[in-house]
């Protein structure tokens, strides 16, 4: 099978590159996915589970991208909930190989099953945003409705999820931003909008939850602004100044497939959105991944045609 594979820790994108594969076998409770689009996240070749499998042990070249939808072709011994033939989507395993491959291995418990009526490109755009989006707000800060949220980020995949999220939920949502963000963030469901190159932080005034996927000065800030009682949550880094009398929450993304399920339905009746960028073969992958490309939306691959 053809295959996107990073060779080299040191070489970053430079080291990806298009290749052949042995087709992937499917592990006790796997599935076997033949993949039509996949999504990635530029700054996993950073990550340890990149190159390392659970056990430490390095499993360069790897295939990346953790995010997928298609069709399974496969059950490995004891799956159970899944049938061949079924349309899913959901997350790959960290520290085995990923998506941007013709066919990938997954453990079935990471994906839901897959709508009809939902294409596979905005399917591949919604599990880590829209998984991230909500075990931040509810799972981490526990918002309820008439809540104050400010969300940074609030144009990219993950904060503009959280921003629909929060104002479904009842909550008052302020978005932060770029001033070109503006009117998405707006049209997306935030009550109000900062713009972080100009506007002063403290503007925001007290909220009950922060929810940070930017880091650095920001998430610093930030913390002065939520009230006690409140929560401060990022997907950015541990964070190093902590609000007084509040929570301070940092989490990785973990797979749920009830609420994956939840998403796609929330999807279909078009209660949510995605915001993809641009779509690519799989042969312009490698393009895709550079750090200097930057568009509005998740970049999605297309790998195999339904």
């Known amino acids: 099978m053809r295959a996107i594979t990073a060779q080299d820790r040191d070489a970053g994108v430079g080291g990806l590159t298009l290749t052949d594969l042995p087709h992937p076998h499917a592990a006790e409770?796997?599935?076997?996915?033949?993949?039509?689009?996949?999504?990635?996240?530029?700054?996993?070749?950073?990550?340890?589970?990149?190159?390392?499998?659970?056990?430490?042990?390095?499993?360069?070249?790897?295939?990346?991208?953790?995010?997928?939808?298609?069709?399974?072709?496969?059950?490995?011994?004891?799956?159970?909930?899944?049938?061949?033939?079924?349309?899913?989507?959901?997350?790959?395993?960290?520290?085995?190989?990923?998506?941007?491959?013709?066919?990938?291995?997954?453990?079935?418990?990471?994906?839901?099953?897959?709508?009809a009526d939902v294409d596979h490109t905005a399917a591949a755009a919604l599990p880590v945003p829209g998984l991230t989006a909500w075990q931040g707000l509810f799972d981490h800060a526990h918002i309820t409705a008439g809540q104050s949220i400010l969300v940074h980020g609030a144009a990219g995949s993950v904060g503009s999820i959280a921003v629909q999220l929060a104002q479904a939920a009842g909550a008052r949502v302020t978005g932060t931003g770029r001033a070109a963000d503006r009117d998405v963030v707006l049209a997306l469901g935030a009550h109000a909008f900062l713009d972080l190159t100009a506007d002063p932080l403290d503007d925001a005034g007290e909220v009950d939850v922060v929810f940070d996927v930017i880091g650095g000065d920001v998430l610093a800030r930030s913390a002065a602004l939520v009230r006690a009682g409140g929560t401060l949550v990022t997907i950015a880094h541990p964070p190093t100044v902590r609000p007084r009398d509040a929570r301070a929450v940092f989490f990785v993304v973990e797979p749920d497939r009830a609420r994956l399920t939840d998403l796609a339905q929330r999807l279909r009746d078009g209660r949510l959105a995605v915001r993809i960028g641009e779509v690519r073969p799989l042969s312009e992958a490698v393009v895709a991944f550079s750090p200097e490309r930057r568009t509005a939306g998740r970049t999605i691959i297309h790998v195999a045609e339904p």
């Open 29 to 115: 409770n796997d599935v076997v996915v033949r993949v039509h689009a996949a999504g990635f996240t530029r700054g996993e070749l950073d990550w340890p589970a990149t190159w390392t499998d659970r056990a430490g042990r390095d499993r360069a070249p790897s295939v990346p991208g953790h995010e997928v939808s298609g069709v399974v072709a496969e059950l490995g011994y004891g799956t159970t909930g899944l049938t061949v033939g079924q349309r899913v989507f959901g997350l790959t395993d960290w520290t085995r190989d990923g998506s941007l491959a013709e066919y990938v291995a997954v453990e079935a418990r990471n994906l839901a099953p897959l709508p």
